[in-house]
């Protein structure tokens, strides 16, 4: 039989690491949302800055919101991902930890 609690502890770590990821795509998420919220908030013939290194440089803003808007897909994809990577560590954890309880009852 497997290291079961070897096992058990491989498949948290994954799971937490999941679980960070998954923190982390929320916070781009959320900034992306209010980055979306301030271009609502331009009127059309507002100048818009990209921060490309140490340099600000002009771009469209109808190309801004495009790029930000694609970013908000990807990361909205992303979550969808994480969350389902989540799930199944989730299930097979409890596989294992059944297995556990089982071998010492």
Known sequence: MADLPAQYQSLQSELESFIIA?????????ENKIVMDEFEQLVDETKVYKLTGNVLLPVEQDEARSNVEKRLEFIQSEITKCEKNIKQKQEELEKVRAEIIKMRG
């Open 22 to 30: 998954r923190q982390k795509l929320e916070t781009q998420l959320q």
